[in-house]
């Protein structure tokens, strides 16, 4: 792999976090109200910006030109001069998938869909105009600047919202700011001038240009920075927001942010006010020459800003001063700062750009990237030596060493590290089912606008983490979930408003842990199942015979049938042929289970129980015939040892046993498995009721029952093949393999003929 | 001989010979990747008569088969003093039940035989070749491909 394949791979990983970002930041803006939060409209924007640049760097135009007009329109947003109203928030969003469609596309070599792109950019555009009259030249993609919209006077005189603000009383804190970027930071293609703009948004900014470092033109080196600005800040903002500001440039600068005391700030001895009032010259100096010039002339400005300001400088001080001149008030300024405060001056909160980022990062957790199948063999070792462990500690006891000899204690130490490396192994496979919850967002406007109905998805819970192949394999399910919800589940938007509902639907999706399983629950609240139209179709359908008397349950059971679906009309959403008997059996494979709950008018939830994870399964040890296998508990309804009065023949190897008025076969798996040994005729009767999906029961014989346990799942067919009724094995404590039976498949195939339609068992 | 004792690897390879049910065999040795003791077996249902069962193998479940069994000449019953040969069939990997590993043995390939034409035997279709010795002792070859594909095929 080539080394710019390398990075194109990282650069399309990390835009699926910045999409991340990007969405939550734009969900956050149009939940919030007005008063959202500032830094929301940053990062948002600062992922689209991200996405942009490294586009740009690949070639990518398609993706360069979108992500331009998108970050043109959230600039407007950034600088207020464009409320998030739903229209523009809904816009924005929609404008936030087609992005992620881009970076896809272009990540896939694909096509993007020309139209759709087309008109998405005219609705940016309209926005943009909309709010703003100046920037609508958003398609020559200029890498070197942010576009910055005019201000009236941003940066010498106070930002709006800060003057505008509460007084210097309520919490305002002056920060001394040293600013003096690098070379690097021009080569990169930032502008001091954007991030001094930035700043002004936090407050009250004053700036002072620190012009000492400019030799004279015969020595000049266009190449190095001479310029460095010394900012005094008044801000309620804290120390991290204005650290932000830099996060860019962190390390192409050296930034500097002092917190001023308090009685230092309010006021400034007189004799530094002087000082302070002849630097402002060069200050405003600064302000002026950039910004009566509106928006940014694309091009050249900013890399060789340092060389023009440096000359125009000297004119704004009026040209009495010489280059040299300049340097000189400064360093004596500067003298008289730190003379006039000896000690208390001493910075309380000094922080070097380094550290700086350090907070940042404490933030949020940093992370490494690593290949899943790395963990996947660490989590296979881990498991072997788990093994290891186990059969070590069983030599040793047949060995007959005390227990507490130094072999046992040193084994006891062994397990007790074991367990724990185990357990940490696992939770680096245990991802947050954030990720899956965020892409519901997308399936549910998507779904509202193709049904035409108003709905909004709430989602608790997002942290809740799951093992990743779970994670992935429940994308699907949860999909066609949620667009059932928003297809069935609701109502439309005047049965709604006749009910006396809120137009807008809602639909939760929710994740928490309970007793070792994920519980994922998808609930509307809708008109809840209609009972009368589910038995109408599924009589219609054969389904069930006519008549048949079903619980509600059952006949909300129904909608999981296979050839079950309820809407008349074959919709674009769901209704592809792919029904919720679907969404059941993968749930199934996954270990999991889904039920379903309805209250008429109130709504209707879907539950689905899963696993925490696919490597282990919580089951029972049965022997039977001699051998012992696991059987999955989720499988298992209950486990019965009954009198021989309720077991009763049927024909001359037909056993069934009465539980609760129903009559349930009986399969002996030491038959079903051809392992009884010849002349062994016992009839067992140890029974383990258990569900298939269809909904039919059968009782499982076994010899003994040992214990229900967490094992660890091994594959079978890698080595060997698939074995019908089995469908893993694992591996016991004594390094024996036992095989995980497969239920479902044991109950269709030892009894194929087995007449227990699934709900007609009660009549 | 000589000739080929120029190129020498090319013509020359290395086996790992055993001994089920009294007669000599032998595999290739680069297939082999251990030789450990008899460990009991988790027997299989559904699997056929010459497949033991599946060994624990370090944290894999690997399928024993019965060498004598599968070449005709009946099962063995084992004892602590059988050996499984783990191979690696592409990615596939099997253990082979036989009695003892006698030797690792370099054979030149002039010195395969054709199988002659003895009586159709069950040995016979799992044989692709056999080496004779001066001291008249005669090793046949082994066709793993033959002897152990339908294990997937016939169960999947």
Not at chain 1, 72 to 98: H, I, K
Not at chain 1, 112 to 139: C, H, I, S, Y
Not at chain 1, 719 to 728: M, T, V
Request: hydrophobic residues 40%; glycine residues 10%.
């Amino acid at each position: 792999m080539s080394g710019l394949d390398e990075l194109r791979i990282s650069f399309f990983q990390e835009c699926e976090d910045l999409l991340d970002s990007l969405g939550d930041g734009l969900r956050e803006i149009s939940d919030g109200d007005l008063g959202h939060d500032m830094e929301t409209v940053h990062s948002v924007f600062r992922a689209v910006h991200s996405i942009k640049g490294g586009a740009g760097a690949f070639g990518l135009d398609g993706l360069v030109t979108f992500a331009h007009l998108f970050e043109t329109v959230l600039d407007q947003m950034r600088c207020g001069s464009m409320e998030p109203t739903d229209g523009v928030m809904r816009t924005l969003l929609r404008a936030g998938d087609m992005l992620s469609d881009l970076v896809g596309c272009a990540r896939d070599g694909r096509e993007a869909d020309g139209d759709r792109v087309t008109q998405m950019l005219a609705e940016l555009d309209a926005l943009a105009d909309g709010a703003d009259e100046d920037d609508d030249t958003p398609f020559e993609f200029v890498p070197t600047i942010l576009s910055v919209a005019p201000m009236d006077d941003p940066v010498s005189n106070a930002g709006p919202e800060a003057s505008d603000g509460p007084g210097p009383d309520a919490g305002i804190v002056v920060y001394r700011i040293d600013f003096k970027p690098r070379g690097a930071l021009y080569g990169t293609g930032n502008e001091p001038l954007a991030l001094l703009k930035a700043l002004a948004q936090l407050g009250d900014l004053e700036i002072q240009a620190d012009i000492a470092g400019i030799v004279p033109l015969t020595g000049f080196d266009e190449a190095e920075p001479h310029l460095a600005w010394g900012l005094r800040l008044a801000t309620d903002a804290t120390m991290e927001e204005i650290l932000s500001v830099f996060e860019f440039v962190a390390d192409l600068a050296e930034i500097d942010v002092d917190r001023m005391p308090r009685s230092d700030t309010a006021h400034l001895g007189p004799d530094l006010d002087d000082g302070i009032s002849a630097l402002k010259a060069p200050a405003q100096g600064v302000s002026h020459i950039k910004t009566p010039e509106g928006p940014l002339p694309p091009g050249p400005a900013a890399p060789t800003a340092p060389a023009e300001m440096a000359a125009i400088l000297v004119d704004a001080q009026g040209g009495a001063e010489t280059s040299r001149a300049g340097p000189a008030v400064l360093a004596l300024a500067e003298e008289s700062t730190l003379g006039n405060d000896p000690g208390g001056q001493a910075p309380q909160n000094s922080r070097k750009a380094k550290p700086a980022t350090e907070t940042t990062l404490a933030a949020a957790p940093a992370t490494i990237r690593v290949n899943l199948d790395r963990v996947d063999r660490l989590i296979n070792l881990i498991g072997e030596l788990v093994i290891m462990e186990a059969m070590l500690s069983q030599a040793v006891e047949t060995a007959g060493l005390a227990s507490n000899s130094d072999v046992s204690n040193g084994l006891d130490g062994i397990k007790q590290l074991a367990s724990g490396i185990q357990e940490s192994v696992m939770a680096i496979r245990a991802q947050p089912l954030k990720p899956v919850f965020q892409r519901m967002h997308r399936i549910i406007r998507e779904a509202a606008d193709a049904t035409g109905k108003q709905v909004r998805l709430v989602t608790t819970g997002d942290a809740t983490e799951v093992d990743k192949t779970v994670i992935e394999r429940l994308v699907d399910p949860l999909t066609h979930m949620i667009r059932n919800s928003v297809d069935h589940g609701l109502e439309d938007t005047a049965t709604r408003i006749a009910a006396g509902k809120p137009e807008t639907g809602t639909i939760t999706l929710s994740a928490a842990h309970r007793s070792g399983r994920v519980i994922i629950e998808v609930s509307d609240d809708g008109g809840g199942i209609n009972r009368e139209k589910v038995r109408e179709i599924a009589e219609a359908r054969g389904l069930i015979p006519p008549g048949a008397s079903l619980s509600l349950s059952e006949i909300d059971n129904l909608l999981f049938t296979p050839g079950f679906s309820s809407k008349e009309q074959v919709s674009a959403l769901s209704g592809r042929g792919i029904g919720l008997d679907v969404v059941r059996r993968e749930i199934q494979a996954l270990g999991g289970r889904v039920t379903i709950q309805s209250a008429a008018g109130e709504g209707t939830t879907f539950t689905i129980a899963l696993p925490l994870t696919l490597a282990v399964l919580e089951g029972m040890l049965v022997e039977f015939g001699g051998e012992m296998m696991v059987l999955p508990l989720s499988a298992i309804l209950e486990t019965l040892r009954p009198s021989s009065a309720t077991i009763h023949s049927i024909g001359r190897t037909g056993r069934v046993v009465a539980n609760r008025g129903e009559l349930i076969p009986i399969i002996d798996l030491a038959e079903a498995f051809g392992i009884a040994r010849p002349g062994d005729d016992t009839e067992r009767d140890v029974l383990l009721l258990v569900e298939c999906e269809a909904g039919r029961r059968a009782a499982l014989a076994v010899d003994i029952i040992h214990d229900q346990r967490q094992v660890v799942i091994k594959s079978l067919e890698e080595n060997y093949g698939a074995i019908p009724g089995i469908s893993a094995a694992t591996i016991l404590g004594d390094g024996r393999i036992a095989l995980i039976v497969d239920p479902e498949e044991i109950i269709v195939s030892a009894a194929p003929e087995l007449p227990t339609p699934p709900l007609a068992a009660n009549e | 001989m000589l000739q080929n004792s120029a190129h020498d690897t090319p013509g020359r390879r290395d086996v790992v010979s055993f001994r089920v049910a009294e007669q000599d065999f032998c595999i290739d040795i680069g297939v082999v990747r251990e030789i450990r003791g008899w460990t009991p077996t988790t027997v299989l249902p559904h699997s056929q008569d010459y497949v033991k069962g599946v060994v624990n193998l370090r944290g894999s479940v690997v399928a024993v088969v019965d060498l004598s069994a599968r070449l005709g000449f009946g099962p063995t019953e084992p004892s602590a003093r059988h050996i499984i040969i783990i191979v690696m069939i592409g990615d596939q990997t099997i253990g082979l039940l036989a009695d003892v590993v006698s030797d690792i043995l370099t054979i030149d390939d002039t010195a395969m035989r054709q199988v002659p034409d003895i009586a159709s035997e069950v040995a016979r279709d799992f044989i692709s070749k056999v080496v004779t010795f001066d001291d008249g002792r005669m090793l046949r070859k082994i066709d793993l491909a033959r002897v152990l594909p339908e294990l997937g095929v016939e169960l999947a």
